[in-house]
C-alpha cells in the first residue's frame, strides 16, 4: 500500500507539473464561450436527462466545474484517452481556444457570489467511509470533495451517482472501443475496488452538498 501511494504521489505531481505548463498558454472567455455551447446544452442543458450509450446514466452536472478539468476532459476525449464516441466528435470539433472558452463558459455558468462550500464532507456509512479511506480519495478532490488540489481534477460532491460509478468503472476498462478512460492515477485506484465497491463509494460522493448543477437553457425551461 505504501509502495502505490508513492507512486501516486509521483504520478500527480507529474501530472499537475504538465497541466499547469500547459494552462499558462490559453485562456478562457466565458462570453466568448457561451457562443460555442450549441452542441452541449442538448445534453447538459436539460435537468435529469439520461445517456443511453454506450451505458445508461444521468449525463454529468458541469455548470460550476472547475474550468482547468473540462479542459482536461475534453482533450482527453479529443486525443483518444477517454472512449465516448460522442463526446469524441464534440471534441474534436473544438480547437484549443474553443476549449478553454466552453471550459470557462461553464466554470461561471450558475455559480452563486459567496456560497460557501462545507470544509469538510459528512460521513457516510461505515462501509462507504472505509472505501474513501482506501481510495485515498481527499487526497486529489480536498476534503469536501468540491475542492482538488489541481483545477485539472473535477469537483465530485454531489454529482449524479450513477455516472460517478459509469466513469470509475471505465478507468478499469482496458481495449475497450468504446468504453475506457485512460488515466493512470485513476485506473490504479478504481482497480483496486469491485464494481460493488465502485458503486457504493459513489452513491456516498452523489450524496453530499454540491457546487455543481444543471443550469437549463431558456429553450429547454
Known sequence: MYKFLSSLSVLVVACVTTFSANAQEIKGDAKAGEKKIAMCIGC?????YQASFPEVHKVPMISGQSAGYIMAALNAYKKGERKHPTMRGIADSLNEQDIADVA???AASGVVEGAA???KAVDGNAKAMALVAKGNCASCHGENFSQPIDP???KIAGQHSDYLFVALKAYKAEGGAVVGRGNA???GIAKQ???AELKELANYMGSLPSELKTVPQNRFK
Open 152 to 154: 485539472s481534477y473535477p
Open 104 to 106: 470557462a463558459y461553464y
Open 185 to 187: 492515477i485513476m485506473a
Open 193 to 195: 475496488f469491485s464494481n
Open 44 to 48: 447538459h442543458g436539460i435537468k435529469g
Open 117 to 119: 462550500a462545507p470544509v
